[in-house]
């Protein structure tokens, strides 16, 4: 097998688990922003969120990793539902400059809370012995972690979509999603049904900024410095299903891996490039709706 063959598989693989963590954090806003039409930048702040609180878990106090990262994700999946009544729920349907200037300043807010709780440097992620190292297949030696990390992001795809497709409480959100006025008048309760929905997104994005903390780093510039990745994801993929952002988080990890092995000079220039295109061609993403 020659060298280049087992890099691109090497390249390849480690591209689809990191976009196992951004699906994992961006399908929840993107069925939020195309339920609630809801301008929501901070989206990124919860996945921080659930990182200070897994590897805090984890380096302070001992606490296993799968122990961390449930505690972690409920959590921040509870601390949302006040924050969705208090702060969002206000602005619904509300101006968008509005909505941007209220999660713009929860970025900067939250990234300074951080910075003065756990400082400016970034927060270690202590593995246990047995997710260190590697396993050697057929083209060559895979991390452990970026199998975990793909295993993950495999079964929590599958759970997705038998939840969204299969449930009645999948019904109910797909259901606000494609008409809103509809979904209230034959009874259902969209207030809660938002704050749910809202709970679930929230979560989602604390168990991948945990799960992912060791290709995306924790550090107060988390939800600001990663914020376009998070909506490039949305965008390409489509608002109000969890489909697309799976597809186009593929198309993103695996493309900006390959771009930053093959020519790093360039940075993530091919990625914007490669949105802007795709966005020309269907400016709805690749599997929204017009």
């Keep these: 097998m020659s060298i280049a063959f087992s890099a691109g598989l090497s390249v390849a693989f480690h591209g689809i688990a ?29 996945a921080m969120a659930g990182g200070y609180v897994m590897t805090g878990l984890m380096n302070r106090w001992g606490v296993p990793l799968p122990l961390s990262l449930a505690a972690a994700t409920v959590a921040v999946a509870l601390a949302s539902l006040p924050i969705e009544r208090l702060l969002y729920r206000r602005l ?112 989602l994005a604390a168990f991948g900024g945990g799960l992912g903390a060791s290709l995306i780093t924790i550090a107060p510039g988390y939800a600001l410095d990663n914020l376009v990745y998070f909506l490039i994801v949305v965008a390409i993929g489509g608002l109000g299903n969890i489909r697309g952002p799976f597809f186009a988080a593929l198309l993103v990890g695996v493309a900006d891996s390959a771009c930053k092995y093959l020519i790093p000079q360039f940075g993530a220039f091919f990625i914007y490039a490669m949105t802007m295109a795709i966005l020309l061609w269907r400016p709805h993403g690749l599997f929204g709706r017009a």
């Design 92 to 203: 619904y349907g509300g101006d968008e400059l509005d909505q941007v200037l209220l999660t713009m300043g929860l970025i900067f807010m939250s990234g300074a809370a951080a910075q003065y709780l756990f400082g400016a440097l970034q927060q270690p992620l202590r593995l246990p012995p047995s997710l260190n190292g590697g396993v050697r297949l057929g083209f060559g030696e895979v991390p452990v972690y970026d199998m975990l990390l793909i295993g993950c992001g495999a079964g929590l795809v599958t759970a997705l979509w038998l939840g969204i497709e299969r449930s009645r409480f999948g019904a109910k959100i797909r259901a606000a999603v494609d008409n809103l006025r509809m979904a209230q008048s034959i009874g259902i309760d969209t207030s809660r049904l938002f704050a749910l929905t809202f709970a679930l997104g929230s979560g």
């Design 18 to 46: 990191f976009a196992m963590v951004l699906y994992l954090i961006s399908v929840g806003l993107s069925v939020t922003m195309g339920m609630m039409g809801f301008v929501n930048l901070a989206h990124g702040v919860f």
